[in-house]
């Protein structure tokens, strides 16, 4: 059977419409099943099936009660609880992936020898419990060293038209709130401010959500220096927590702040044409393909002169580089804040299921695409293989310098480290 390309699009939209209903669900589900397994792997102590369904139905309710309704935990212990849950629906993935294999894997070992059966269910029994404890000290060490890591990305983009080489630095997603502290927002300016950038772009969800204190971090944020001044988008988050609010307070504290319209930086002898979108998309996850309003900017920037677009998501980059925009820079995805390692050296990560422009660089014939892994978190406090980031990039001449790959340096957060889970 052949499913349409229009039918595709609506599931996909019925999909991340109730995404976070459906989380709810399998997160509930996995906190009753996970320890039901462990109990009959160890104990060999069974649940009537009545049984399982009563267990995830009242887990069900209780974490619903605890999203929907008056709170029952608040601050690090709602946290916590969170995070055993996230970890739970991990293993459950695991299990239930480990378990099809065993079951079929016994099955047909069944049909030779009913001992070999046997055998299997035992090797089964045994690997998910051994799994499980791996992917959970994993996970602890996300939710601890892990987030406490800092990747400065070093990369060379050719610019069009320039003989001058000029330092632009670009932050993502530093979602002040519940999850960053005023110290760290500190040390994470002061490290800025160190690499001495001729401009700074901040990519987007700034702020966290409604109850993000601006008028306390946001002063923070306008101690950030750099020669030709400091830049700004908003981010979906940005407008959870009110756009017009956001723009202002960064605005009061000396940052431009760009909603579909583009500035001119003269940057010492070259011009660099900055065009900032407003953040819009599909859903909470997914961005738009093309922009009607990105043409317009476009067409309204001068002649021969770079042009740079910064936009929240990056899902609009191939628009872009059909209109010969040089370099874009985008965040959104936080690098899917968990990877593992693949081969050639690539990270696969849960961002992918959301955009194929997941981290790192990009090309579409000359034009360039960095997405930035983010320097804050949102939902759970957790990063694995994909440390927070500060970007920088030497512009300069594309008759004198190639592409570099992408360098990128983990420094461990010493001052203001984060506090785990």
Known sequence: MIVSSS???ALRALFFKNFF??????SSIAMWAVPAWILYAVADVGVPALGHVAGATAMYWLNRSMVQGPRLATGAWLRRYSAMAFVLLLCSVFLLASSTVFALAGFLAGLAAPAA????ADASRLWGLGGMAALTATLLFGYTSGQRQLGVSRVNIPMSHWTGEFRVLQLSDIHVGQNLSYRQLEGFVDRVNR???DLICLTGDIADGPKADLDR???VLGRLRARFGVIAILGNHDHYAGADRVEASLERNGITV???RAVTVDMGGERLHVIGLDDRGLDWARGMPSDPV?????AAAPPHVARMLLVHRPDVFRHAARLGIDLTLSGHTHGGQLAMPWFGGRRRNLAEFVTRFDRGLFEVGDSRLYVNCGLGVTGQRIRLLTPREISV????????RDLAATDLTVEPLLQGSPEAV
Do not use: N, Q
């Open 217 to 219: 971090y946001f002063p």
């Open 195 to 197: 690499e001495e950038a």
């Open 117 to 120: 059966g046997e055998l299997v």
């Open 7 to 9: 039918t595709l699009a």
């Open 393 to 400: 990039f030497e512009l300069g001449p594309s008759g004198l």
């Open 21 to 26: 209903h459906l989380l709810l669900i399998s």
């Open 258 to 260: 760009l909603r579909d």
């Open 294 to 298: 990105l043409e317009r900017l476009v």
